[in-house]
């Protein structure tokens, strides 16, 4: 057996290594300082991109166009979920629909989002919400297919009317999946965003930032965004989380 | 849920035949639309264009041997970077599965590189291999390892301890545990993470060369938009739509022919 090793200090290792090797290369030569920054000057880029409000305002214009998206094409992808779950010609006529569309990878609409609709905030938001959409339909759906009989025949017992056993009866079994679909297009609508402001430079955004510190060659700023990025998805997806546990108290833990 | 709902086991050749006429209605009539809004002339001919000539450009791109050029231009960086990437992956995550040590060691620097979306490396990965075929053969390693990875080990973990110990008991070598073992017990897990990892690998490529690129799909898509030429972008569009649902098929098929065993 080799000797029990402190898990902390070899968690740190790795990084230390890659940190360690990072600062040897751009000491190397002015050539290797261009792509590689010294550890230094992106811990500098960081205070000076926090004081000066530039990483607050680019985050804050990237995470509103995320969860304006998120509202838009969540509520859009719930509503046609639920109109496909209640409706058998609906779910056979938009499925496929939806099926077919959803095999082109989103961002390869740009181009001809960009031709119909410039390259604005609009058109953005229109992709994202795109991202946002197909998850929570294709989970909404899902989510309605998977009412337990012996729910549905209480509420045919007791005579419900179609408003009825849809908000008491599928609805409520329905919303684990609900949420689930809203936590991955949080997710994708984060990956979208960062995505189209990466290709429609126009207006602020951490994506337009990071391309902008690329063209300007600037390692540091542009890793600066990267971990910011990093950061912000992983806060989003733990408060979503937390929020998640908080509304479904009332339901037994989910699977996995 | 209403009472009256049909069987849904009966299916007559009619019915299946109406069911298929369902399915393909909403194309077919967004498609008419389409074609009737393009001839109405109310929007110029190059923003709304016809269907015939979006088919006829298709032919042209195919036959001038343009469209041969960009397929295989994104294919072979999508091969050379699934490999890689998803090579990597699986050995990444037997190894942080098998060991203790090696799974203290990469465990959370991986948790955390993980949390940063692939399309965000671009810049920094511009700035580093250039604009070349490189940088989009790396986007789509990183793209593919991550999925292929975190499977991997997933179905390592899961295997059941007893297994592990009879492995022990006869005194397997390593490689042959790696492959009477390991592979039968995880192989649909894993290649769940491989198909999520294309999937990945193929998205991060079209924006990759969107971005930067002198040849595959995602360059002839942003020609076609510097140019204005909507019907090459909408080629673009339904042919990297047509390759993502070949591949994603593909592995599924893949996944059942390997995995058949269990269910029998």
Redesign the interface.
């Known amino acids: 057996m080799?000797p029990r090793?402190k898990?902390a200090a070899?968690?740190l290792?790795?990084?230390a290594l890659?940190l360690g090797w990072w600062e040897w290369e751009s000491r190397q030569s002015a050539g290797h300082a261009y792509?590689f920054a010294p550890l230094e000057q992106i811990g500098r880029s960081f205070v000076d991109m926090l004081s000066d409000g530039t990483l607050l305002f680019q985050a804050g214009a990237s995470l509103q166009r995320a969860l304006t998206a998120l509202l838009i094409g969540g509520s859009i992808g719930i509503a046609i979920g639920v109109a496909t779950g209640l409706s058998r010609?609906l779910d056979?006529?938009?499925t496929?629909?939806i099926t077919?569309l959803r095999?082109?990878?989103?961002?390869?609409?740009?181009?001809?989002v960009?031709?119909?609709f410039g390259n604005g905030d609009g058109a953005k938001l229109l992709l994202v919400s795109l991202s946002a959409f197909y998850p929570t339909v294709l989970n909404t759906q899902k989510g309605m297919q998977a009412?337990e009989t012996r729910y549905?025949e209480v509420?045919?017992l007791y005579g419900f009317t179609?408003w009825q056993?849809l908000r008491l009866i599928?609805w409520p079994s329905a919303l684990p999946l609900i949420f689930t679909g809203i936590s991955q297009a949080l997710a994708f609508s984060?990956?979208a965003t960062?995505?189209v402001e990466?290709?429609f430079s126009a207006t602020a955004g951490l994506?337009t930032e990071?391309?902008a510190?690329?063209v300007a060659?600037r390692?540091d700023v542009?890793?600066v965004?990267?971990?910011c990025?990093?950061?912000m998805?992983?806060a989003l997806n733990q408060l979503f989380g937390l929020l998640r546990a908080r509304l479904l108290r009332w339901q037994p833990p989910i699977r996995n | 849920m209403p009472a009256d709902n049909p069987g849904r086991s009966r299916s007559s050749p009619l019915s299946a035949y109406r069911t298929t006429l369902l399915r393909i209605a909403p194309i077919v009539t967004i498609l008419i639309a389409w074609e009737l809004a393009a001839l109405s002339g109310l929007w110029p001919r190059q923003v709304l264009v016809p269907l015939e000539q979006v088919g006829a450009t298709l032919l042209a791109l195919a036959s001038s041997g343009e469209l041969e050029r960009h397929v295989s231009a994104s294919l072979y960086r999508l091969t050379c970077g699934f490999l890689t990437g998803s090579t990597i992956g699986v050995a990444t995550g037997v190894a942080m599965a098998l060991s203790r040590n090696v799974h203290r060691l990469l465990w959370p620097s991986f948790t955390c590189v993980r949390q940063v979306p692939v399309i965000a490396f671009i810049p920094l990965l511009i700035l580093f291999f250039d604009v070349e075929d490189s940088f989009k053969i790396v986007i789509v390693a990183i793209a593919s390892f991550f999925p292929s990875a975190l499977a991997t080990h997933d179905a390592v973990r899961d295997i059941p301890a007893s297994h592990r110990e009879v492995a022990r008991l006869y005194r397997l070598p390593l490689a042959s545990f790696l492959r009477r073992v390991i592979l039968p017990a995880t192989v649909p897990q894993v290649l769940t993470g491989l198909r999520l990892g294309l999937t990945r690998g193929w998205l991060s490529l079209v924006a990759a060369e969107l971005l930067a690129a002198d040849s595959g799909l995602g360059q002839m898509m942003e020609m076609g938009r510097q140019l204005f030429q909507i019907d090459v972008v909408l080629c673009g569009v339904i042919v990297t739509g047509l390759i993502g649902f070949l591949l994603d098929g593909s592995v599924v098929r893949l996944e059942r022919r390997l995995s058949r065993w269990r269910t029998a």
């Open positions: 080799t090793l898990p070899l968690a290792l790795f990084p890659v792509a010609l056979r006529t938009a496929p629909l077919t095999q082109v990878p989103i961002l390869g609409w740009l181009p001809l960009a031709l119909w009412i549905a509420g045919r179609r056993a599928a984060w990956i960062i995505g990466l290709l994506g990071m391309m510190a690329q060659a390692t542009v890793l965004c990267v971990a990025v990093g950061v998805g992983f």
